[in-house]
């Protein structure tokens, strides 16, 4: 993460003392420059070449998202989100992942150490993911016309990824079709942000979307969205499967944990499984991935440099980003 040269910008004075002092404890950041809006920080993009932004929501004159939106359009980097709402800018939080931001976080109350060092965790974490995207190049998944519906041949599709992966999540099912194979995602999101996801999703693509439940019977044309925080989201048998929620410790940080999503379905559907990981080899779902591969299932995973690997057991084949829903359906159907 040496080296990585951050531009803080936010309409608060005191803001943007608090957000650069927090950056310029982790070892390896540099705080470039400070923004109070949109005009001084185009000045400061071209002038500081910044290598990752963070952005307020709520800016007087052009808003956070609106110059979000112009970032990703003439001059793309990756956008740490910053918001003074929790519950109720939920759906600004999720509109700014949609067009491409990494994470967006609630702004510090106070200047509490324990509120900033919980903080300065978490944009660590994130600044590293941010310097490795930004080495790697992009991978989203671009939008593109809609699968044709499938003759499903009763295989589970399972999906694991952060809040980066956001933008690349709706893109990929956009482009399902309305009786895609039931679908589990579990992604790492913030308090709160879960349910405006999936009311978010629910307005772009076709099959239904619903918040994973405890007893949860899993069907042909739904996405399932694991909820934040108190559990963890498994399947219990395959086929006629149902989703059960454990309410046990994290598992390597996490709760609710891709891997033990990934390794319940490698147990209970084996070669009837499908995943999709969007995070890097080293994040969660790692582990669940090795263990579905193992059992014989497929699994998609990020490759170095771009696209993606499928890999079963001891074989494996690259699969281009354009074509990975295809290949994820050509997997599910008879």
């Not at 009311?199 to 439940?213: C, H």
């Amino acid at each position: 993460m040496a080296g990585t040269k951050v531009l803080v910008v936010d309409d608060s004075l005191t803001m943007r003392a608090l957000i650069s002092g927090a950056l310029e404890r982790i070892p390896g950041v540099e705080v470039v420059g400070m923004a109070d809006g949109a005009a001084e920080a185009r000045e400061l993009v071209a002038s500081a070449r910044p290598d990752v932004m963070t952005l307020d929501v709520e800016m007087p004159g052009m808003s956070g998202l609106e110059y979000l939106a112009e970032v990703m359009e003439t001059k793309p980097m990756p956008v740490i989100m910053f918001s003074t709402r929790t519950q109720d800018g939920a759906a600004e939080s999720i509109e700014a992942l949609r067009l491409g931001a990494i994470d967006c976080f609630p702004k510090p109350r106070v200047a509490a150490p324990a509120e900033l060092d919980a903080i300065i965790a978490k944009l660590a974490k994130r600044l590293k993911a941010a310097k490795k995207a930004e080495l790697k190049g992009p991978k989203a998944v671009k939008a593109g016309p809609r699968h044709p519906p499938i003759e499903w041949n009763g295989r589970l599709l399972l999906v694991g990824g952060d809040a980066s992966n956001t933008k690349t999540l709706f893109d990929m099912f956009a482009t399902f079709p309305a009786n895609c194979p039931p679908t589990v995602v579990v992604q790492h999101l913030g308090a709160g942000l879960v349910e405006s996801m999936s009311e978010k999703l629910a307005e772009q693509v076709a099959p239904k979307v619903a918040i994973a439940a405890d007893g949860m019977k899993l069907e042909q044309g739904t996405i399932y969205l694991a909820p934040a925080g108190d559990a963890h989201v498994v399947v219990d048998q395959w086929p006629n499967g149902t989703l059960r929620l454990l309410p046990r410790e994290p598992v390597a940080g996490e709760r609710p944990s891709i891997s033990l999503l990934f390794a319940s379905a490698a147990k209970a559907a084996a070669a009837n499984a499908v995943g999709v990981l969007m995070l890097d080899a080293n994040e969660d779902g790692a582990g669940g991935m090795k263990a579905l591969s193992a059992a014989g299932g497929y699994a998609f995973t990020p490759a170095e440099g771009g696209g993606f690997t499928l890999a079963r057991g001891m074989v494996s084949q690259p699969v281009a980003t354009d074509a990975l829903t295809a290949g994820v359906m050509k997997l599910c159907a008879k």
